[in-house]
């Protein structure tokens, strides 16, 4: 990896640090850059997600004042958090690569659709609020617990707008202010994560330049989102977000 490379990854660490820290989808950031400077498909993924978790931890810690009196709900739900991402990141290593190559630009044009959406998700949650029609089960019953289980999977597999998947499953199924939702997100995309990246370190091959790179710019992120974050336009984020995804699918489908 080059001088050049380097920093590039460095950059992209940052960059989706401060992404999954505010809304999610950072691996999008990450992914083709990594694909970028010569890195199979898996290597990339794999390195990715144990670069990421430094920064989901960051992340969680950030929102600590939002995660007050959360206990509950986070063991519920970071249950199904570890258990799914187990569960992906075993996929990951079982399925052959070809499987991944196929699969991705699935994955990829599925999570773009999501952070396209999400604003309108975000909208129905508050109208749903307004109306009086949120469920009664303060912790989103068993619906909500399948769906971030089924997320977890699709975490540990790949990942990119996981936490746009959380956003909308519990921001539809909980009685609660959006921040307080992007703090349990923020943990249960860390307990994924970091499953996920402890599984690889035993199971598959680490580009270790890459994930230390990452690791470091994703912690710079993490912060950084924490604090200043909520002040980004989330139209530029999500524009960003789109362009780097489809130069993904374009790199992975065409090169």
Do not use: C
């Not at 898996?42 to 430094?54: K, M, Q, R, W």
Request: hydrophobic share 55%; charged share 10%.
């Amino acid at each position: 990896m080059t001088l050049w490379e380097a920093l590039a990854v460095l950059l992209a660490g940052i960059a989706a640090g401060t992404i999954n820290t505010i809304v999610g989808s950072g691996t999008l950031i990450t992914f083709p850059v990594l694909l970028a400077v010569g890195l199979p498909p898996v290597t990339a993924n794999v390195s990715n997600t144990l670069g990421l978790a430094p920064g989901s931890l960051a992340g969680a810690i950030g929102y600590r004042a939002e995660l007050a009196g959360q206990r509950h709900r986070l063991i519920r739900y970071g249950t199904a958090s570890l258990i799914g991402g187990l569960i992906g990141a075993a996929l990951l290593i079982t399925l052959p690569s070809g499987a991944f190559d196929a699969i991705v630009p699935v994955l990829i044009l599925t999570a773009l659709v999501l952070v396209v959406v999400q604003p309108r998700v975000a909208r129905a949650m508050a109208l749903r609020r307004a109306a009086g029609t949120l469920p009664a089960a303060t912790d989103g019953g068993r619906l909500l617990l399948l769906g971030i289980g089924l997320t977890g999977v699709y975490g540990g597999y790949f990942g990119a707008a996981q936490g746009v998947l959380l956003l909308a499953l519990m921001g539809m199924l909980l009685p609660d202010d959006l921040q307080t939702v992007n703090g349990i997100k923020n943990v249960l995309a860390l307990i994924v994560n970091g499953v996920a990246a402890v599984f690889f370190l035993f199971t598959s091959t680490i580009d270790w330049t890459a994930a230390g790179l990452i690791a470091l710019g994703a912690t710079l992120g993490g912060v950084l989102g924490a604090k200043v974050g909520r002040r980004l336009p989330p139209v530029a984020l999500r524009t960003l977000i789109v362009l780097v995804g489809l130069t993904a699918v374009t790199k992975l489908l065409f090169f």
